[in-house]
C-alpha cells in the first residue's frame, strides 16, 4: 500500500511540516525502495503527533516527494481531498483518514531517503528500456557475424542435417518470491511494482518464450509457484518438467524442462548435499541430474546428460561449496558413465556462486585443483581479504561421504576370507574388513571431465568483465552453462582433418552486459527483466 514518504528505520520526517516523529518501532518491513507497516502501528504510535497538517494530495503519482495515499485503500463513499497550488494551505487541516481499515498495510516509500546503507546516486537512474543482447556465433567460417536478439534468420552453416543434432539449452536463476523478500536490502533501487510476483512472472514466462530454449535449468523456483504457476505454463509450451526442492524448510529449488519434441526421458537423479551425519554438510542446496535421449531418426545417437544446481552463496565456507561440487560430479559421473568406460555429452548449467578465475572455477574447467594451504574464503573468489580465515583441512570431506578425491562414487568392498579349521573369531573378522580407497590422503582434486564455459566472461576489445547477476549490493558473475567440448585428436599429423572423439559444439551464445549497461535501465530486476540474473542461452551441436 501506498502512504506517508520519508520514512526510514523507525522516524518518520514531514517534508512540508515540522519536525522528526517515532513512527514505526516496530513491524515495518521493506521492499525495493519502499517500506510497510500494519495501519494500526500508524494510528496508535503517531495519531496525535499533527501528520496530518503537513499532509497534502498527490493522486495517484507513485514518484511524489511528499506523503500520498492510495484510494484503493479506502472506503468506496470516502474522496480524497483534492490537489492544490504547492504553496496552497490543506483546507482540511484536523481531517482524519478514519475510514482506513484497521488491518490495512500503510505503504512507507523512501524516494527520499538519505541514510546510511542507500545505493549511491549512480546506481538510482530512472531510465527505462530494453536491453538488446546480441547472438554471438561462434561458427569457424564466420566468428565475427553477429545477430540482433529476435531475428529468426539462421546462420547456413549451422543447420540441422542427418549427422548432427543441434539443441539449445537455458540456464536462468529466476529469483524465488521469499528470497526476494527475505533479502529486500539488495533491492533498494527498484521500484515496488516490479518486485511483486505477479509483476515478475508473466515477464519471465515471456522471456522463456521468446528465447524457446529445448532445455531450460532454472534456479530457485519456489515449490509454490511451480505447482500453480510455472509448470503448467511451461507444460502448456510442450516442455516436460522435473524438480528437486531444497531440503529443509528452504521454499525453492532446481527445476530441469526439456522439449517433448526433442529429447526423450532416460532417467532423473536428484542430489541432496544435506547429509544428517557429517558436520560439514548441514545446508539445503540441491542438485539435479537428467539423461536425455536425442529424438532423431535418422541416426543413433548418445544420450546427453544435463546436470543443474545451487550451489551455497556463503562466501566463507569454501569447504563446503567444493564438497557440494565433489557430489555433483559424483552423480553426473555415474549417469554419463557409458558401457565402454567413456562418458556420454555432458552439460553442467546453474548459479555455483563463484566468480570467474576462481579455484573452484579453475577446478570445474582445468579438471584439477590442489588446495594445500588455500584459505577457506578464497574458493569462491567472492571474500576479497583472507585475514582471519582458516586453511582447507586434508582432506576437505570425511571418508563417511563415499565421494573419492577424484569426485567419483567410492566402493566399498569387504575381502574374501577363507576359512580355516578353526573358525575366525568376530574379533579377528572386524580387523579383515576394510574400506578400499584408492588414494592416500591428499590435496589434489580431481575430475574426469573435459569442461568449458560457454561464456569467455570479460569483453576481448575492452577487458571488462560480464556480469550475470546484478542488484544493489554487487554486479559480477557466479552463472555458467559447462559443457564437454569436442576434442582434436592429437595423434593427427599437422594439415590433418581433425577427427572428433566426441563432444559437443559451441555453435552460438546469446552476449552477456557490463555492470554500466545494466545500471543505464537501473539494474536488476527492472521492467523488463524481472530477475536479479540475467538468463544464460547457448546453441550446441552433437556430432553422429
Given at each position: 500500500?501506498?502512504a506517508?514518504?520519508?520514512v526510514?528505520?523507525?522516524?518518520?520526517?514531514?517534508?512540508?511540516?515540522r519536525?522528526?516523529?517515532?513512527?514505526?518501532?516496530?513491524?515495518s518491513?521493506?521492499?525495493?525502495?519502499?517500506w510497510?507497516?500494519?495501519?494500526?502501528n500508524?494510528?496508535?504510535?503517531?495519531w496525535?503527533?499533527?501528520?496530518s497538517?503537513c499532509?497534502?494530495?498527490p493522486?495517484?503519482?507513485?514518484?511524489?516527494?511528499?506523503?500520498?495515499?492510495?484510494?484503493?485503500?479506502f472506503?468506496?463513499?470516502?474522496?480524497p481531498?483534492?490537489?492544490f497550488?504547492?504553496?496552497?494551505q490543506?483546507?482540511?487541516?484536523?481531517?482524519?483518514?478514519?475510514?482506513?481499515s484497521?488491518?490495512s498495510?500503510?505503504?512507507l516509500?523512501?524516494?527520499?531517503m538519505?541514510?546510511?546503507?542507500?545505493?549511491p546516486?549512480s546506481?538510482?537512474?530512472?531510465?527505462?528500456?530494453v536491453?538488446k543482447?546480441?547472438?554471438?556465433?561462434?561458427c569457424?567460417?564466420?566468428?565475427?557475424?553477429?545477430?540482433?536478439l529476435?531475428?529468426?534468420?539462421?546462420?547456413p552453416?549451422?543447420?540441422?542435417s542427418?549427422?548432427?543434432?543441434?539443441f539449445?539449452?537455458?540456464s536462468?536463476?529466476i529469483?524465488?518470491?521469499?528470497?526476494?523478500e527475505?533479502?529486500?536490502h539488495?533491492?533498494?533501487?527498484c521500484?515496488?511494482?516490479?518486485?511483486?510476483?505477479?509483476?515478475?512472472?508473466?515477464?519471465?514466462?515471456k522471456?522463456i518464450?521468446?528465447?524457446?530454449?529445448?532445455?531450460?535449468?532454472l534456479?530457485?523456483v519456489?515449490?509454490?509457484?511451480?505447482g500453480?504457476?510455472?509448470?503448467?505454463?511451461?507444460?502448456?509450451?510442450?516442455?516436460?518438467c522435473?524438480?528437486?526442492?531444497r531440503t529443509?524448510?528452504?521454499?525453492?529449488?532446481?527445476?530441469?524442462?526439456?522439449?517433448?519434441s526433442?529429447?526423450?526421458?532416460?532417467?532423473?537423479?536428484?542430489?541432496?548435499?544435506?547429509?544428517?551425519?557429517?558436520?560439514?554438510?548441514?545446508r539445503?542446496?540441491?542438485?539435479?541430474?537428467?539423461?536425455?535421449?536425442?529424438?532423431?531418426?535418422?541416426?543413433?545417437?548418445p544420450?546427453?546428460?544435463?546436470a543443474?544446481?545451487h550451489?551455497?552463496?556463503?562466501?566463507?565456507?569454501?569447504?563446503?561449496?567444493?564438497?557440494?561440487?565433489?557430489m555433483?560430479?559424483?552423480?553426473?559421473?555415474?549417469?554419463?558413465?557409458?558401457?565402454?568406460?567413456?562418458?556420454?555429452?555432458i552439460?553442467?548449467?546453474g548459479?555455483?556462486n563463484?566468480v570467474?578465475?576462481?579455484?573452484?572455477?579453475?577446478?570445474i574447467?582445468?579438471?584439477k585443483?590442489?588446495?594445500?594451504?588455500?584459505?577457506?574464503?578464497?574458493?569462491?573468489?567472492?571474500?576479497q581479504?583472507?585475514?582471519?580465515?582458516?586453511?582447507?583441512?586434508?582432506?576437505?570431506?570425511?571418508?563417511?561421504?563415499?565421494?573419492?578425491?577424484n569426485?567419483?562414487?567410492e566402493v566399498?568392498?569387504?575381502p574374501?576370507?577363507?576359512k580355516t579349521?578353526s573358525?575366525?573369531?568376530?574379533?579377528?573378522l572386524?580387523q579383515?574388513?576394510?574400506?578400499v580407497t584408492?588414494?592416500?590422503?591428499?590435496?589434489n582434486?580431481q575430475?574426469?571431465?573435459?569442461?568449458?564455459?560457454?561464456?569467455?566472461?570479460?569483453?576481448?576489445d575492452?577487458?571488462?568483465?560480464e556480469?550475470?547477476t546484478c542488484h544493489?549490493?554487487?554486479?559480477?558473475?557466479?552463472?555458467?552453462?559447462?559443457y564437454?567440448a569436442?576434442?582434436?585428436?592429437?595423434?593427427?599429423?599437422?594439415?590433418?582433418?581433425?577427427?572428433?572423439?566426441?563432444?559437443?559444439?559451441?555453435?552460438?551464445?546469446?552476449?552477456l552486459?557490463?555492470?554500466?549497461?545494466?545500471w543505464?535501465?537501473?539494474?536488476?530486476?527492472?521492467?523488463n527483466?524481472?530477475?536479479?540474473?540475467?538468463?544464460?542461452?547457448a546453441?550446441?551441436r552433437?556430432e553422429?
Amino acid at each position: 500500500m501506498e502512504a506517508w514518504r520519508c520514512v526510514r528505520k523507525g522516524y518518520g520526517h514531514c517534508v512540508v511540516g515540522r519536525g522528526r516523529y517515532p513512527m514505526f518501532p516496530h513491524h515495518s518491513r521493506s521492499l525495493g525502495r519502499d517500506w510497510t507497516t500494519p495501519w494500526e502501528n500508524l494510528q496508535r504510535c503517531c495519531w496525535n503527533r499533527h501528520i496530518s497538517s503537513c499532509m497534502r494530495w498527490p493522486g495517484h503519482y507513485y514518484q511524489a516527494p511528499y506523503p500520498y495515499f492510495s484510494s484503493r485503500h479506502f472506503s468506496l463513499n470516502w474522496r480524497p481531498p483534492c490537489l492544490f497550488e504547492s504553496r496552497t494551505q490543506f483546507q482540511y487541516c484536523n481531517w482524519r483518514p478514519d475510514n482506513l481499515s484497521q488491518t490495512s498495510l500503510i505503504h512507507l516509500s523512501s524516494y527520499v531517503m538519505n541514510a546510511e546503507g542507500d545505493e549511491p546516486s549512480s546506481k538510482r537512474r530512472k531510465h527505462q528500456g530494453v536491453i538488446k543482447r546480441n547472438w554471438e556465433y561462434m561458427c569457424s567460417h564466420d566468428k565475427e557475424k553477429t545477430k540482433i536478439l529476435g531475428d529468426k534468420n539462421v546462420d547456413p552453416k549451422c543447420e540441422d542435417s542427418e549427422n548432427k543434432f543441434d539443441f539449445s539449452v537455458m540456464s536462468y536463476n529466476i529469483l524465488s518470491q521469499d528470497l526476494l523478500e527475505d533479502n529486500s536490502h539488495l533491492y533498494r533501487h527498484c521500484r515496488r511494482p516490479v518486485l511483486h510476483w505477479s509483476f515478475r512472472f508473466p515477464n519471465i514466462l515471456k522471456e522463456i518464450k521468446h528465447f524457446d530454449a529445448d532445455v531450460l535449468c532454472l534456479q530457485e523456483v519456489q515449490e509454490d509457484h511451480y505447482g500453480a504457476e510455472i509448470r503448467p505454463s511451461l507444460e502448456s509450451l510442450g516442455y516436460h518438467c522435473e524438480y528437486k526442492m531444497r531440503t529443509g524448510r528452504k521454499p525453492d529449488g532446481c527445476a530441469i524442462c526439456f522439449k517433448h519434441s526433442k529429447f526423450s526421458l532416460l532417467s532423473v537423479n536428484p542430489v541432496e548435499f544435506f547429509r544428517p551425519d557429517i558436520s560439514l554438510l548441514d545446508r539445503d542446496n540441491v542438485g539435479l541430474v537428467l539423461l536425455l535421449q536425442p529424438k532423431i531418426a535418422c541416426a543413433a545417437s548418445p544420450a546427453i546428460c544435463v546436470a543443474n544446481t545451487h550451489l551455497l552463496y556463503n562466501p566463507r565456507r569454501g569447504d563446503i561449496k567444493l564438497t557440494q561440487l565433489a557430489m555433483l560430479l559424483a552423480e553426473i559421473s555415474s549417469v554419463a558413465h557409458q558401457k565402454d568406460g567413456s562418458f556420454c555429452p555432458i552439460v553442467m548449467c546453474g548459479d555455483f556462486n563463484s566468480v570467474p578465475g576462481s579455484p573452484l572455477y579453475s577446478f570445474i574447467k582445468e579438471g584439477k585443483l590442489n588446495y594445500e594451504g588455500l584459505p577457506i574464503g578464497k574458493v569462491s573468489g567472492q571474500e576479497q581479504s583472507s585475514r582471519g580465515q582458516r586453511i582447507l583441512s586434508i582432506p576437505i570431506w570425511p571418508p563417511n561421504l563415499g565421494i573419492s578425491q577424484n569426485c567419483v562414487y567410492e566402493v566399498q568392498q569387504v575381502p574374501k576370507v577363507e576359512k580355516t579349521d578353526s573358525d575366525l573369531t568376530q574379533t579377528q573378522l572386524k580387523q579383515t574388513e576394510v574400506l578400499v580407497t584408492a588414494e592416500k590422503l591428499s590435496s589434489n582434486l580431481q575430475h574426469h571431465f573435459s569442461l568449458s564455459s560457454v561464456y569467455s566472461h570479460y569483453f576481448p576489445d575492452t577487458g571488462i568483465p560480464e556480469v550475470t547477476t546484478c542488484h544493489s549490493r554487487s554486479a559480477i558473475t557466479v552463472d555458467y552453462i559447462f559443457y564437454s567440448a569436442e576434442k582434436e585428436d592429437v595423434a593427427g599429423h599437422p594439415g590433418a582433418e581433425v577427427a572428433l572423439v566426441g563432444g559437443l559444439k559451441l555453435l552460438a551464445r546469446l552476449s552477456l552486459l557490463t555492470e554500466q549497461d545494466l545500471w543505464t535501465v537501473n539494474g536488476l530486476p527492472n521492467e523488463n527483466n524481472s530477475s536479479d540474473h540475467l538468463p544464460l542461452l547457448a546453441k550446441f551441436r552433437l556430432e553422429l
